[in-house]
């Protein structure tokens, strides 16, 4: 029935005849759904931020206290003693134990308890056994100062909140939905916890990031507190073992090795990534390995994975806990000096009970002192009534008690009337005495406690972090991520067709000409004969103009890849001549690379993935009386501008034809380097150190501690290994200097050599165990500095220079080089080098930056207005350099 729905025979007040009252549907749904979602989000959801604990967690860990004897109990046993205060099914008490007992702080666990790891699910709860740990016995238990409630079913007492005395929630985490309501706080690490409440108990500000269990690289620095809106970016920790092995060895928070392995299995089908095998060999510690065909890069391999798989997560935190039965959205930050005030109350509280308990132990050893000392017990020998024992033992005491903190009660009578005859037999008045100077030192020290509470309580913190933070370093390294860019890591596994003179592009154009492989995730570019350019997403088939003259993947923001061509503006135009960019533009869309007059042509375009300006020859017809009908245009006079520029003024004559003449060479500029230590990656935005400035065939050098020399193309993708100590430009002519210690002759020995095979990683150091690169120098003319031990009964030795030029000349990488010294040395100190004078090189003439300063330039050869049929040269420069040419008739 709909709740809007209305019998009009049925009075919705009363029914006079029964007598009942009738509720309508309307105002039933709506008290019993917010009824319901204040009970989910109270109740079950949401943990408290005074303990940190779900209902659920709270009364998990009160049964184990009930039922704690120091010996583990069965789970099934624990999960059936807490029915008694938790009002749901077993299997929910029992999930959210596992998943306590999992985070190995509260509860100490006995059996198969599952692997967050594998995500293997725990032993029944039949076969595995827990108890109270250690550390949950001391910060979460004091009945004295606990609030207490009655259970679900008045039967049983439990506690509104334990009184715990650390920042749980936050080291445990919690997550949960309710209804129109989540939390998700992460868990942080135990030491920089408990540092941090020092840290606010001392006044100084602090900053605590998540640390989560399965270890990891993260990056925090959009973390924003842990309030809504904050992200953070964790990525699984991936070793290249060698040139066709990856492995992964430690995975992101959320996922599992089986979750992970599956997004990698299913990013290779979708032809996302490419791998030949992956083994899961996981047992204690994390092991997935990865093996990739011949020929695949590891780098480009390894930021795939990142990019298309579960390798790099995502996670939103979401600071929500309940505050006085009320929701509230709070940052990490908050919750912990939130947890550290209350814990410095919960111990004022104990401090206070205590020091009661003292002073009540202390008077009560005062009066017995004084009434076994002074024999008072013989004053009521001769009373015969219980008001006159009473009486006289008070009377008997007032001399004495003038040194007692408070007055003497009836209650403090009755207990001394009940001290045995035995004990006053033996009483003895010295350690009576000791007993009640011990008590007072007692005393005096928990008021000095209480009296200083903020260095109580960081004395508290400091002795949980001795006893308790021994094998809770932090896990997860904290790390700042580059953006990876998926089209440029994503594996190439489609082949691009296009059929030039109907105008299609597409991937099922297998009986057309093929362009190259590329992926379903890029962008094409595409020119036209009729000054046309579009840019649109790979797909099986896409009409983009006819007469298509070059097309190729698109690469966004890229710079350096510079198209020139020649042009005729209009049916009856003028030729020009451009070089421009394609950094950005709408995908789809039609540009004009004219000034939109009908009828333009395109007589010649090329394009230049590294800026490269060729050199042509220009034929005009021979129409009327042109003296000069060929000419050369060099491209790297012109200047590159905007693909929407007019360009330069060629000809107003008819061309003929246009042909290459010779090949060109960039005429950028090169490409600056930057080396980013913090990320361990290279980029072009200034950010670290400048490494040079980079042409297409230069590489960087890099050298390892083991002694391996190896050189790469300086891609903005590629990975450096952990033990590097040398990455600069590569100057092939320049040697390397090496001092070494060669664990085989147990000796010193400098060598100087050069770089012989570019392409493979170089060994200059001998391979025994013992052998150890000391110094490496990449100047050319090295000094070293050798410091020797004092032998005994001998004068120190003074300290020798070494000039590594003249010590021994430049040989084979593989030579063993010259000995320097047999013993071990003290230290090894590379000096300043001496000067050097490099000879000068031929400086380029080529002037990058084109001689033009107008749209137009003057006419290369008489005016003639009258057009003519042409052929049309198109040329594309491949990253080789070398140029393919095609010819279009009109």
């Known amino acids: 029935m709909s709740e809007n729905y209305e019998d009009p025979n049925i009075n919705n007040e009363e029914e006079e005849n029964s007598g009942e009252t009738i509720t309508r549907v309307t105002g039933m749904f709506k008290d019993w759904f917010l009824d319901y979602a204040s009970y989910v989000i109270l109740e079950r959801a949401v943990p408290a931020i005074e303990d940190g604990f779900k209902p659920v967690q709270r009364r998990i860990m009160h049964s184990m206290k009930d039922l704690d004897d120091g010996r583990y109990n069965k789970v ?45 699910r725990a032993a029944a709860p039949r076969y595995i056994e827990a108890r109270v740990s250690k550390f949950a016995g001391e910060v979460l238990f004091s009945p004295k100062i606990t609030e207490w409630q009655s259970s679900y079913d008045g039967r049983k007492k439990e506690p509104i909140n334990l009184p715990v005395k650390f920042p749980l929630l936050l080291a445990q985490g919690a997550e949960g939905i309710a209804v129109g309501l989540s939390t998700k706080v992460l868990p942080h690490n135990f030491i ?131 505050e006085d039965n009320k929701p509230l959205f709070v940052g990490v930050t908050e919750m912990l000096r939130i947890s550290t005030e209350r814990t410095k109350e919960l111990l004022r509280q104990e401090l206070e009970i205590q020091l009661q308990e003292l002073e009540s132990q202390w008077h009560f050893a005062s009066l017995e002192r004084i009434f076994i000392e002074n024999r008072i017990y013989r004053d009521i020998e001769e009373e015969e009534t219980w008001e006159g024992v009473i009486t006289a033992i008070d009377k008997g005491l007032q001399p004495h008690i003038g040194h007692l903190k408070r007055a003497v009660t009836e209650e403090d009578i009755v207990r001394l009337t009940e001290i045995r005859i035995k004990r006053i037999s033996k009483f003895d008045i010295d350690k009576a005495q000791q007993k009640i100077d011990a008590l007072e030192g007692e005393i005096a020290t928990v008021k000095n406690h209480l009296n200083a509470l903020t260095q109580y309580a960081i004395d508290y913190f400091t002795r949980l972090k001795e006893t308790y933070g021994k094998g809770r370093e932090r896990k997860t390294e904290i790390k700042l991520f580059e953006d990876i860019e998926a089209s440029k890591v994503v594996i190439r596994n489609t082949k691009l067709y296009v059929n030039r003179k109907e105008g299609f592009v597409g991937t099922s154009l297998k009986k057309d000409e093929y362009v190259t492989d590329c992926a379903d995730i890029d962008d094409i570019i595409v020119f036209t004969k009729e000054c046309k350019m579009m840019v649109t997403k790979v797909d099986s088939k896409t009409f983009v103009g006819k007469d298509i003259l070059h097309v190729a993947v698109f690469k966004k923001k890229d710079k350096r890849t510079t198209y020139n061509m020649i042009y005729k503006d209009g049916a009856k135009g003028k030729t020009y001549v451009k070089r421009f960019n394609v950094t950005s533009m709408t995908r789809d869309r039609e540009y004009d690379l004219a000034k939109g007059k009908k009828g333009s042509t395109v007589f010649y375009f090329s394009a230049n993935s590294n800026g490269e300006a060729e050199m042509v020859t220009i034929y005009l017809r021979a129409i ?75 590489r960087l050098l890099i050298i390892t501690q083991d002694g391996v020399a190896r050189t790469i193309s300086p891609e903005i993708t590629a990975r450096f290994p952990d033990d590097m100590i040398v990455l600069e430009k590569w100057i092939p002519e320049k040697p390397l200097s090496v001092v070494y210690w060669d664990g085989n002759k147990e000796r010193y020995y400098v060598k100087r050599f050069a770089i012989e095979n570019p392409d493979k990683d170089e060994e200059f150091i001998t391979d025994h165990p013992d052998s150890q690169l000391e110094i490496i120098s990449t100047d050319y003319r090295p000094v070293i500095e050798i410091a020797f031990y004092k032998e005994r009964n001998k004068d120190q030795r003074e300290n020798e220079i070494y000039e590594l030029e003249e010590f021994i000349a430049v040989k084979g990488i593989t030579a063993q080089g010259n000995q320097l010294y047999t013993e071990k040395l003290k230290q090894i100190n590379l000096l300043d080098p001496l000067p050097y004078e490099a000879p000068e090189k031929d400086k380029d003439e080529n002037n990058p930056e084109g001689t033009s300063e107008n749209d137009e330039q003057s006419n290369l050869d008489p005016e003639n207005d009258n057009p003519s049929d042409i052929d049309v040269t198109y040329r594309k420069t491949d990253d080789d350099g070398e140029g393919q040419t095609k010819l279009f008739d009109d």
């Open 624 to 698: 009327g009386n042109i003296k000069k009908l060929k000419f050369d245009l060099d491209f790297a006079d012109i200047l590159i501008k905007s693909r929407m520029a007019k360009g330069n003024l060629v000809t107003k004559h008819a061309v003929r034809t246009i042909d290459l003449k010779e090949k060109g060479v960039s005429t950028l500029k090169p490409r600056k380097i930057w080396f980013d230590d913090t990320v361990q990656r290279l980029n072009i935005d200034e950010r670290g150190e400048l490494l040079g400035e980079f042409r297409g065939e230069d």
């Open 76 to 120: 099934a046993n624990i999960v059936g003693h807490t029915m008694q205060y938790h009002p749901h099914g077993d299997a929910s008490i029992g999930d959210a134990m596992v998943q306590m007992g999992q985070k190995d702080l509260l509860i100490d666990t006995q059996g198969n308890w599952g692997n967050i790891l594998t995500g293997d």
């Open 192 to 322: 920089e916890l408990i540092d941090g409440s020092i840290k606010h108990l001392k006044g100084k500000s602090f900053t605590i990031l998540p640390d989560f269990p399965t270890a990891g690289e993260a990056d925090f620095s959009d973390y924003k507190d842990g309030k809504r809106g904050g992200r953070i970016r964790v990525r699984a920790k991936i070793e290249q073992r060698d040139k066709n092995m990856l492995a992964i060895t430690e995975i992101p928070f959320s996922t599992t090795t089986v979750t992970l392995i599956d997004s990698i299995l299913k990013a290779n089908d979708k032809g996302k990534i490419k791998i030949k095998k992956i083994e899961d060999n996981t047992s204690a510690e994390v092991e997935i390995a990865i093996y990739l065909p011949p020929g695949m890069s590891p780098d480009k391999t390894i930021d795939a994975l990142y990019a298309f798989t579960n390798c790099e997560v995502s996670i939103s935190p979401l600071g929500c806990v309940i």
